[in-house]
């Protein structure tokens, strides 16, 4: 053992938690009785159906295996595979993502380098920032009239004000002798922007990219049990109605994952630009 | 006064004191640079030393006054006045030799990329920096290695005019001595003209043809242009041997411990230009008295 990494080490107790966290709960839950060993009073009485307890986690492991096995089905309105709704999910969040990126880094990037523009609008963006995305929503129906361009809407709206200001902060930063690195070998203001400004207000920028994308993905959640239809926050609401707490439990830890792979991209992307001085 | 190929006419700059007022880092300023020369400015702490050298760079505009360079006025930076900063200013996300070819790339728009590489690759071994070195990012290197780039990059650019902020003021004495001796090198290959602020007397009398020495601030003046009377090239253990050169260094020493105090804050003359000094040991034969008595003979004119 003293001879593993440390690492190693960490995995192996990662491991091991997990393990150990699965058996308790799954011995703390009251084993059902399996449907042959019911009597006749129980079955009419109803006991047969599934009840909504706490699912143990081999059933939990078993609907992942079943849903994982065949993620792209599609059986209808109320009936799709993980996959899809999942993919609409993320549809969802790097439409509004994008538009807002499209949006916040060149106004950003004004912001940052014009004072006067930083002073004029930095009133609306301290007001409209502390805004829950999800108050928009009521809004965004009633103008937009569409839900799944509302749904983008609430995205775009919640994923712009980090990388907005991030942005301004990174460009503002930007140290004096750089731009004067670039003046000195009378650089245009693109190429300056290009070449000096951008990447040396990269890792800031970035930072406010990957805030922007986790706040998006919790957002996308909630918003789509408010519009309903499709995506994964619509799945887990319709779990719930349908009483089947497994699916819910599981299409929690979907969203968990999903939500770790977009950070870990944007954490890849965060060590490509990144720079000591 | 026949004019020079870099002149500094009237400069004046003034800063607001913070309280209202102003306040005259310097006033009428006036000196001139020969193409070729490689001048060094001393003085104390804040007399306004890189306040001159961002208006020569064009970096920063002077109160009043003009600077000519091939009697064109300097306006605005341009890649004929090359800088060396204080603290390098290497762009960090790029390689030494992208910090070289950023430069170079925009100085020859024309050039290709190959040939972009060679001549920087070229520069950078001018100081001493080959093989994967040159590949390293900034935060990679060692302070003197960092500075070797900055100068690479200068060079490498072949401006009419270099200007170099204290550029060994954050190195070790050993790695100082070895910088000098490359960019002395680089200097002497390129016949480059060479502003250069120092704080260190010996390092100035090594590298100058002249030395100008500036009074403390405010209303700093640039009071003298001290000729380095040792002939190049100049190897530094040798040139302590020469006659003049302890009698130049007692003067530098003198005027920085002493004049510049007391010749501060004096009202400047109109179109005040440095008082030239000639410091040359007569009748002592070379090499034989290492520390002379001082027979000094200022020659002022
Ligand atoms: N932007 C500015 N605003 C106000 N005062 C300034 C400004 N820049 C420089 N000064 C003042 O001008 C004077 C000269 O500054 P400068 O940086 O030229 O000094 P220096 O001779 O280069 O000093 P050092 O040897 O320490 O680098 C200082 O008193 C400084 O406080
Ligand atoms: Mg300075």
């Known amino acids: 053992m003293g001879t593993l990494s440390e690492n190693k080490r960490a995995a192996l107790l990662s491991v091991l938690l997990l393990v150990v966290g699965c058996l308790i709960w799954e011995l703390s839950i009251p084993a059902q009785k399996a449907a042959g060993e019911l009597t006749e009073y129980e079955l009419l009485t109803g006991a047969g159906q599934p009840k909504a307890g706490v699912p143990p986690p081999s059933q939990v492991l078993a609907k992942a295996w079943e849903q994982l096995s065949n993620p792209f089905y599609d059986a209808g309105p109320n009936d799709k595979g993980i996959g899809i709704q999942i993919g609409y999910s993320i549809y969802r969040v790097l439409a509004g993502y994008l538009l807002a990126a499209l949006i916040a880094i060149p106004l950003g990037f004004l912001i940052g380098m014009s004072s006067v523009a930083y002073k004029a609008l930095n009133p609306f963006i301290q007001v409209l920032r502390p805004i829950s995305p999800l108050a928009w929503m009521p809004l965004a129906l009633f103008v937009i009239q569409d839900s799944e361009a509302s749904a983008i809407f609430v995205i775009f709206i919640c994923s712009i004000w980090p990388m907005l200001i991030n942005t301004a902060f990174g460009v503002a930063g930007v140290r004096e002798d750089w731009v004067n690195v670039a003046r000195t070998h009378e650089l245009g203001a693109l190429k300056t922007a290009f070449t000096v400004i951008l990447p040396a207000a990269a890792p800031t920028i970035v930072t406010g990219m990957r805030i922007s994308i986790g706040i998006a993905w919790l957002v996308i959640v909630a918003a789509e049990m408010l519009v309903g239809g499709t995506g994964i926050g619509y799945y887990v609401w319709n779990e719930w109605n349908n009483l089947d707490l497994t699916s819910v439990i599981f299409s929690i830890l979907m969203i968990g994952i999903v939500g770790m792979l977009l950070d870990s991209m944007f954490g890849l992307l965060q060590r490509t630009v990144a720079y000591t001085e | ?301």
């Open chain 2, 1 to 301: 006064m026949a004019t020079s190929f870099l002149s500094i006419e009237q400069l004046t700059q003034r800063y607001p004191d913070g309280k209202g007022g102003e306040f005259t880092v310097f006033e009428n300023a006036s000196f001139g640079i020969e193409k070729g020369e490689f001048v060094c400015i001393l003085g104390h702490s804040g007399c306004g030393k890189s306040t001159i050298m961002n208006i020569l760079a064009g970096l920063a505009e002077p109160t009043s006054g003009v600077v000519k360079m091939d009697g064109r006025h300097v306006s605005g930076p341009s890649l004929d006045r090359g800088v060396v900063f204080q603290n390098y200013s290497l762009l960090p996300w790029l390689t030494a030799l992208k910090n070289v070819t950023f430069g170079v790339s925009a100085r020859f728009p024309g050039w290709s990329k190959a040939k972009v590489i060679e001549h920087s690759t070229a520069f950078l071994a001018k100081v001493g920096l080959t093989g994967d070195a040159i590949h390293r990012k900034p935060s990679q290197l060692s302070g003197g290695m960092r500075q070797r780039v900055s100068i690479a990059r200068a060079f490498a650019n072949e401006p009419k005019l270099l200007l170099l902020d204290e550029p060994f003021g954050a190195l070790d004495a050993l790695t100082r001595g070895t910088i000098q001796d490359e960019l002395i090198k680089v200097w002497s290959d390129t016949d480059q003209t060479v502003f250069m602020i120092t704080h260190d007397i010996d390092e100035a009398i090594l590298l100058a043809d002249r030395i100008l020495l500036m009074t403390n601030g405010p209303m700093a003046q640039v009071a003298e242009s001290v000729e380095i009377t040792i002939p190049r090239p100049r190897v530094r253990n040798d040139i302590v041997e020469h006659p003049n050169y302890y009698a130049i260094r007692n003067h530098l020493v003198h005027f920085l411990a002493q004049r510049s105090a007391e010749l501060s804050g004096q009202e400047p003359t109109v179109n005040q230009h440095p008082k030239p000094v000639r410091i040359v040991m007569t009748e002592e034969p070379e090499g034989e008295d290492p520390e002379p008595a001082p027979r000094l003979r200022a020659v002022e004119g």
